[in-house]
């Protein structure tokens, strides 16, 4: 199912979002309609991008600030050995064929780092002794000090989702809030944004696959970062916890081993030093970084948010959110009849010759007559099947009754969409077949339609992670 965003080939970019005009393209063309974009040298402007270095010799400013040397700050850990290993699995189990940006080779060695809860270490360092070792993988020589006893551990130490700013009611307090005065975040691009984060790793580091609930421009200062980005449609092709895991409902460890071969289409794009990359609210994405990288990230609220606000209102015990997840249920369903629609209209050769009702009984059958019904484009379903009704009630009705769930379907969306659907509804049903029959035969296709519902059902809950089996391929449901 695509779920409405179809997957992209390239990331789009902009060189600027200097005039008023290019910010409201971005916003309506990207924030809008949840598509990511880049903006080459978005930040390198900033005060950050022009100073900030991890080399302790550098004048105290910066990332240097005397006043954060001390600040202790939560790091993450993972081996470096293990996440060597992982990271070759993924590599064969993820990126045998995605759109690869030139910039996009994989680090050496990267670690593996889990944004779970569950799954996640963690220590407390000094801020300037993250820098130090940062410096230390990009330094010649020997960087001394207190950094020579974490070096051997075999550890890499990536400091991640460290607060600069929050303006979350909730919120954690900011560890690190002097250097938001190197920061020069664009409003047009995140208004009221709830949080700002410094990301630092240093060795080469690799994030499991997530999507973030808010919208997300991730900025890089020193360093690269790639990222492989999937449409919210692809999460069923990753083994993400269940959404009854609030800390980790958006993290997943890998990519499903049974997911077909586009359930986790992706493109990857590299984000290099003044470059911002927006990723919409929703996109999985993993994030490949080489050492000593740099950047901060901006997170503001989208829809989830919004839906969060909302349900936050009401009073007790109405249960909005129930009626939420069964409108958002039947929104996602009728997404994939779509699909299915439009997969096996052009799925198949109509017949040339079929052009008024009198062709089209002279099919040899009534699969055959299914079959171009279901190819016909509209115009031609509301120009034939009228006058093939009138001319042959009796066939007709016994057509409409052997139909399959998807034809069913197709056939009831051109009445639905029809000029004058009642006029129409006659035309089909209680002019040539009689009340009777005519409602028997429109009640037996909308049963016929809620089996299609039925069969899309569990691709729906499987991709939000509940699993209760794989259900039809959108391949599939003309036949099931």
Not at 58 to 86: M, N
Not at 222 to 248: E, H, I
Not at 267 to 279: H, K, N, R, S, T
Request: charged share 20%; with cysteine; proline share 8%.
């Amino acid at each position: 199912m695509a779920g409405g965003v179809e997957p992209l080939e390239t990331v789009a970019e902009f060189e600027s979002l200097r005039t008023a005009e290019e910010q409201r393209l971005f916003e309506r063309l990207h924030v809008l309609e949840s598509r990511p974009a880049i903006v080459r040298g978005g930040c390198a402007n900033w005060p950050a991008t022009e100073t900030w270095t991890t080399d302790p010799s550098a004048p105290p400013a910066g990332l240097q600030r005397e006043v954060l040397a001390d600040r202790p700050v939560c790091v993450l850990i993972a081996p470096t050995a293990d996440g060597a290993a992982q990271c070759e699995a993924h590599n064969d189990g993820l990126r045998h064929d995605l759109p690869r940006d030139p910039d996009c080779a994989p680090p050496a060695r990267p670690a593996v780092f889990s944004g779970s809860p569950s799954r996640r270490e963690s220590v407390v360092l000094d801020f300037s002794t993250v820098l130090a070792l940062a410096h230390a993988h990009t330094a010649a020589g020997d960087v001394g000090g207190a950094v020579d006893a974490f070096l051997g551990t075999g550890l890499a130490y990536y400091l991640s989702q460290c607060p600069i700013a929050v303006r979350e009611e909730d919120g954690d307090a900011a560890a690190l809030p002097e250097l938001m005065a190197d920061l020069q975040i664009p409003g047009y691009l995140c208004r009221n944004y709830s949080r700002c984060n410094l990301w630092i790793g240093t060795a080469a580091t690799r994030t499991n696959p997530h999507f973030d609930a808010s919208h997300n421009l991730l900025c890089v200062v020193r360093g690269r970062k790639r990222v492989s980005l999937s449409p919210p449609s692809a999460a069923g092709g990753y083994t993400f916890s269940p959404p009854w895991d609030p800390g980790s409902f958006n993290h997943a460890d890998s990519r499903r081993p049974d997911a077909d071969g586009g359930a986790t289409v992706a493109v990857e794009v590299a984000v290099c030093p003044g470059d911002c990359l927006f990723i919409p609210e929703g996109w999985v994405h993993t994030v490949d970084s080489d050492p000593a990288t740099v950047a901060i990230n901006v997170w503001w609220p989208g829809v989830a948010a919004l839906v969060e606000a909302q349900l936050a209102t009401q009073s007790p015990g109405v249960g909005l959110e129930f009626y939420l997840c069964r409108c958002v249920l039947a929104l996602a369903v009728n997404a994939g009849r779509e699909e299915a629609r439009a997969l096996h209209a052009g799925n198949g050769t109509l017949a040339s010759d079929v052009t008024d009702a009198a062709s089209f009984g002279q099919l040899p059958s009534h699969a055959h007559r299914s079959e171009q019904l279901r190819r016909m484009p509209f115009e031609r379903q509301q120009a034939i099947l009228p006058a093939y009704a009138a001319a042959h009630p009796g066939d007709w009705a016994h057509l409409c009754a052997g139909l399959d769930p998807l034809t069913a379907d197709i056939l009831l969306d051109t009445w639905e969409r029809a000029p004058a659907p009642a006029a129409f509804y006659t035309a089909l049903f209680d002019g040539p077949l009689g009340e009777d029959l005519g409602g028997e035969t429109q009640r037996a296709l909308l049963a016929a339609r809620a089996v299609l519902g039925q069969q899309i059902l569990p691709q729906v809950l499987e991709k939000i992670g509940i699993g209760c089996g794989r259900g039809s391929s959108v391949t599939d449901v003309e036949s099931t």
